[in-house]
């Protein structure tokens, strides 16, 4: 290498060219070159760095100037629609009420109905029933007081009998029950006193004899027995004493 500047230096000389402009011409490296280049290029990077920042910077401030604006606007559209969402809490509150007392009412309506229902099926049945019994009870005259003596009235009577019983089965299928009062205390609402009968076997207000049967239907009354009741001996006795009084007087 030091032999090859030698001979450019020599030949520099020999035409005449100046030795200092080829020295600087040597020094000019590519690495000088390099590091000059990317320089400039780091200059201007910070350069268009530092305009970015200010045109943000100024971007910020304007924004910031534009929501200070707009902040009075944005309170009242916020009032607004809180205003609303009340005014539909409201709203929604109501009709929830609403849907509650429609709902009880419907509630009530459907156990009312169907409990008038129910009576209604009872009271039909009852009155179907109340028209049959005046048969019932004619089977059991006739069967109290005829007293078959022959093969042919006795086969007349089974006849009629199988009735009497097929009959009172249908009856408690549905639910038809009868009374057995005789023994008992008179009770008003059960039975009906058609007869008083002065006894000093029984207590009184005792019911000596059932006249009519009377029926259940379920655990309600169908018809009232007619009976007959006990009373004491002292209303017989009393009563002649009272009707003679007048007279003697």
Do not use: W
Not at 61 to 84: N, S, V, Y
Not at 192 to 210: I, K, Q, S, Y
Not at 240 to 248: F, I
């Amino acid at each position: 290498m030091m032999d090859e500047n030698k001979q450019v230096n020599n030949t520099s000389q020999q035409l005449g060219e100046p030795t200092e402009v080829k020295q600087d011409m040597m020094s000019d490296s590519p690495a000088q070159i390099n590091s000059n280049e990317s320089g400039s290029e780091v200059t201007e990077q910070v350069a268009a760095t530092s305009n970015v920042s200010g045109d943000t910077a100024a971007l910020n401030q304007e924004d910031g100037f534009a929501a200070t604006e707009k902040t009075p606007a944005d309170t009242a559209a916020l009032t607004e629609l809180t205003q609303q969402i009340e005014s539909l809490k409201a709203q929604v509150e109501e009709r929830s009420s609403q849907y509650m007392r429609i709902a009880a009412d419907f509630e009530n309506y459907r156990k009312r109905t169907s409990k008038e229902k129910e009576e209604l099926d009872v009271q039909v049945k009852r009155n179907t029933i109340l028209e049959l019994l005046p048969v019932v009870d004619n089977f059991e005259r006739a069967r109290a007081h005829l007293k078959p003596q022959t093969d042919g009235e006795m086969t007349i009577h089974k006849s009629y009998q199988g009735v009497y019983k097929q009959l009172v089965d249908c009856l408690k299928r549905l639910g038809v029950s009868p009374m057995r009062p005789e023994g008992e205390q008179f009770d008003p609402n059960l039975h009906e006193a058609v007869m008083r009968e002065p006894t000093d076997e029984h207590p009184e207000g005792t019911v000596l004899e059932e006249l009519v049967r009377g029926y259940y239907i379920g655990d309600r009354v169908l018809r009232h027995a007619m009976v007959k009741v006990a009373a004491p001996k002292e209303d017989t006795l009393s009563a002649p004493e009272d009707q003679s009084s007048p007279a003697n007087s």
